[in-house]
């Protein structure tokens, strides 16, 4: 990574507005201050994640992902520090200067670009093994899925060989050693085997980042062999909770919406059909990363799942996670057919497009499952069926919308339109049903560790810092920078007593720029960002605030009397002060104004 300068740094910083940059990639409203939405990070129904226009800084409270405009690009886009700075500084017109990486810069660097050869070389290779005699199975498959050379060539498609170390022994004589072999997800490493590859004997689909990079595979077994379908592992260059298989082609689409299938295989048929605005998650169900990834691009998705139970499963998990992120969704009807792939090859693409003028609305294809849970001969079933359609509408805060759709299951349903919004209305003043929330399934928040009081307190009264400039007075002569007695916490107490005696005011995003660790890039957003509950008027936040002072400096005292040397006769007497001024403390009133 080139050395910038830290005015550079902030100047780059500065100039990219965070909220503009984070709501680029994530539906943004505002509440207060602040902006919400719903995590890139981790999958959520109830937007957690919190965007400071005034900090310029995110945090999510429920996973603990934080930083500034340099972390989260670093984050989303899975950038080097460089890369990010290069990024934004081209976004807002800045020229950076060539400048040399450090060794280890340049070792990591040079590592995601052999990693990114490595699979371009497999894809090559792959796609000319097809192409042999050796590949006239996998050949013989895909023609028998009806595609065309073009098609084939389009998606370079290929097919890894039958001998378990044949990719291996191929990329070892191009000069890869097993070090960095052992990073790029397509070779396994062991004492006993050797190498050996991942996929061998299998339909090769090369998966592309948006950038027409290869990133990992997928592979289909030939014959019946376990597991029927394969992709490539987790690495530096890939991610699949964030990238989309056929995003490459379909994002420069001229269609007004992406269309979202299960796998690789309807992506091709689609494509080739003429539709290519089609896209596939990578072998995972769709998240919240896939849901941004796709804001960016449209604001129209329409759901193309397998029409059996577990399509419909994995479309009603789909349209929440869609909506969270401002996306207009609809769901085609491919019955009698199992798939697009299958549609496509019985009606053809015309017919296609005849179920994608006819895709129905996300909220009324949920209500026409719900339906199926119910006896609609059965006057009591039926009833129940309608309050829990008068439930699902109370999910609508605006009333216009709400109206809207009562109207539209009113028709649907044959209901009375004023019998439906009774309903609904009666619902709402007994306060609707709540379902009981699912606990948060993030990595980040079940690893969390549960802070002690003392952590606590010293990151509440570094936030209330940051938020309010004038409790520095408040404070002076009670506590400085060195009561602050978490190594983290105390050189970012350091940084904020000195900016704020030097300017008289408090940059937090630039404190987080001085950190080049991700995890304590998320850590000091963490120490901005906390919060205390149950603290309501001004009498109980100026209690907060005295309480959280006296913790802060009694437990700065008991800590130097524990680790003062015996000759330190000034670090004792300053002891003695501080006890004074802490008798003194508690009997003041601290005004937070």
């Known amino acids: 990574m080139p050395y910038y300068s830290e005015e550079l740094i902030e100047e780059v910083r500065s100039r990219n507005d965070i909220v503009d940059v984070i709501g680029s990639y994530v539906h943004l409203q505002k509440k207060g201050s602040t902006y919400f939405g719903l995590c890139p990070f981790h999958n959520e129904k109830t937007g957690s994640f919190s965007v400071s226009p005034n900090k310029?800084?995110?945090?999510?409270?429920?996973?603990?992902?934080?930083?500034?405009?340099?972390?989260?690009?670093m984050q989303y886009e899975n950038f080097t520090f460089g890369e990010a700075m290069q990024s934004l500084a081209d976004r807002v017109g800045i020229e950076l200067p060539q400048q040399e990486m450090t060794t280890a810069q340049k070792r990591e660097a040079d590592k995601r670009t052999k990693l990114l050869e490595i699979n371009k070389e497999a894809a090559k290779y792959f796609y000319r093994l097809l192409r042999s005699p050796r590949g006239q199975r996998a050949h013989d498959y895909f023609k028998n899925r009806a595609l065309s050379d073009e098609t084939m060539q389009k998606f370079g498609l290929g097919y890894s060989d039958q001998y378990s170390d044949?990719?291996?022994?191929?990329?070892?004589?191009?000069?890869?050693?097993?070090?960095?072999?052992?990073?790029?997800?397509?070779?396994?490493?062991?004492?006993?085997?050797?190498?050996?590859d991942k996929f061998w004997n299998r339909a090769m689909f090369p998966i592309m980042d948006v950038h027409n990079r290869v990133i990992g595979f997928g592979g289909r077994v030939m014959g019946d062999g376990e597991p029927k379908y394969l992709n490539s592992p987790e690495t530096k260059i890939f991610d699949k909770s964030r990238n989309l298989y056929g995003l490459n082609i379909a994002r420069s689409t001229r269609k007004n919406q992406l269309l979202l299938c299960e796998g690789y295989m309807d992506v091709i048929a689609l494509h080739q059909a003429g539709f290519d605005n089609a896209v596939a998650s990578l072998g995972t169900a769709l998240t919240s990363?896939?849901?941004?990834?796709?804001?960016?691009?449209?604001?129209?998705?329409?759901?193309?799942?397998?029409?059996?139970?577990?399509?419909?499963?994995a479309a009603l998990r789909a349209i929440p996670i869609l909506k969270e992120v401002g996306i207009m969704t609809k769901v085609i009807n491919m019955r009698p057919y199992k798939d697009p792939d299958e549609f496509i090859k019985a009606l053809g693409a015309d017919a296609y497009q005849e179920r994608i003028d006819n895709a129905q609305n996300s909220f009324m294809f949920e209500i026409r499952v719900m339906q199926d849970r119910y006896d609609m001969?059965?006057?009591?079933?039926?009833?129940?069926?309608?309050?829990?359609?008068a439930n699902k509408l109370l999910s609508f805060t605006e009333e216009l919308e709400r109206n809207n759709y009562i109207q539209a299951v009113a028709e649907e349903y044959h209901i009375a339109f004023d019998d439906l919004r009774k309903l609904v209305n009666n619902l709402a003043l007994k306060g609707g049903i709540v379902k009981p929330q699912a606990p948060l399934k993030s990595g980040i928040n079940e690893n969390k560790k549960k802070e002690d009081g003392m952590k606590q307190s010293q990151k509440l009264l570094l936030t209330w810092l940051v938020e309010n400039n004038t409790l520095f007075e408040r404070i002076k002569g009670y506590i400085t920078a060195d009561d602050f007695t978490e190594e983290l916490y105390h050189r970012v107490a350091v940084e904020v007593f000195s900016q704020f005696e030097t300017t008289h005011a408090v940059n937090p995003a630039k404190i987080v720029s001085m950190f080049t660790d991700e995890e304590e890039q998320r850590d000091v957003a963490g120490i901005f960002n906390a919060t205390i509950h149950k603290v309501e008027g001004r009498n109980d936040r100026e209690t907060a605030l005295k309480e959280t002072i006296l913790r802060i400096k009694e437990n700065s005292?008991?800590?130097?009397?524990?680790?003062?040397?015996?000759?330190?006769?000034?670090?004792?007497?300053?002891?003695?002060?501080?006890?004074?001024?802490?008798?003194?403390?508690?009997?003041?009133?601290?005004s937070i104004d």
Do not use: W
């Open 166 to 196: 044949d990719l291996y022994r191929y990329l070892r004589s191009r000069g890869y050693d097993d070090e960095i072999l052992k990073e790029s997800g397509l070779v396994t490493i062991d004492e006993v085997r050797g190498g050996h």
């Open 56 to 73: 310029q800084m995110y945090y999510c409270f429920g996973c603990g992902a934080g930083g500034n405009v340099f972390t989260f690009m």
């Open 557 to 590: 005292i008991n800590y130097r009397s524990q680790h003062l040397a015996p000759t330190d006769m000034d670090g004792l007497m300053k002891i003695v002060e501080d006890k004074r001024a802490l008798e003194k403390l508690q009997n003041l009133n601290i």
């Open 377 to 389: 001969n059965d006057p009591e079933s039926k009833t129940a069926f309608y309050n829990e359609i």
């Open 289 to 313: 990363g896939h849901a941004s990834l796709l804001k960016r691009y449209t604001k129209e998705v329409y759901l193309t799942y397998d029409s059996d139970g577990a399509g419909v499963k």
